[in-house]
């Protein structure tokens, strides 16, 4: 099966809309007419097969005097995660934006998510009470240096960290890239 990552304005906007409505579904809050709404600035990208949309990852909260960003993913399934999508997600924030860490704030009750969160290596750091709306939210983080995804001695990813534009007010709307990955 080949997976291509799909980035751009286009893809911004519906990618982030279906993410934002994907967590408001899993706190049971009311769905969102704009993705801004939920993440100020942010970059999205869709992970598709040949024939259909797998995933959506939203980074958005970039601080670069931290070094850090949150990410937000939301799928039908867990077809998108292979080794290649996985190194190219990940080599985004810690290779071409230079973060030392990557957070995410998940319902405590979506447990599929934090199913996935540990998978890919976060490590769960504490509870904030009702953030998520009526919803406790749990806090996990993960470190460049624990990064599993971008550890690999191998040639450069498949997705070149620069083809997917850093998040900025100037650049929200610029900039289109696309590559394939084969698993």
Not at 44 to 49: D, E, P
Not at 52 to 80: C, H, M, Q, S
Not at 105 to 130: D, M, Q, S, W, Y
């Amino acid at each position: 099966m080949s997976l291509d990552l799909l980035s751009g304005p286009e893809v911004d906007e519906r990618i982030g809309l279906y993410v934002a409505n994907k967590i408001a579904i899993a706190t049971r809050e009311k769905p969102r007419n704009r993705a801004s709404d939920v993440f100020g600035l942010y970059r999205a990208v869709a992970v598709v097969s040949d024939t259909e949309f797998l995933a959506g990852i939203v980074w958005y909260n970039y601080r670069p005097d931290y070094k850090t960003i949150e990410v937000a993913i939301a799928a039908e399934n867990g077809r998108w995660c292979a080794k290649g999508v996985l190194k190219d997600i990940f080599s985004y924030p810690f290779l071409q934006m230079n973060c030392r860490r990557i957070s995410a704030v998940i319902a405590r009750n979506n447990r599929p998510a934090i199913k996935l969160c540990k998978g890919l290596g976060f490590v769960h750091e504490g509870t904030h009470r009702k953030m998520l709306g009526r919803n406790d939210g749990f806090s996990f983080g993960l470190l460049k240096e624990n990064c599993k995804w971008i550890k690999e001695k191998s040639s450069e990813p498949a997705v070149p960290p620069s083809a997917i534009p850093v998040p900025t007010k100037e650049s929200a709307n610029n900039g289109q890239a696309q590559s394939t990955l084969s698993t």
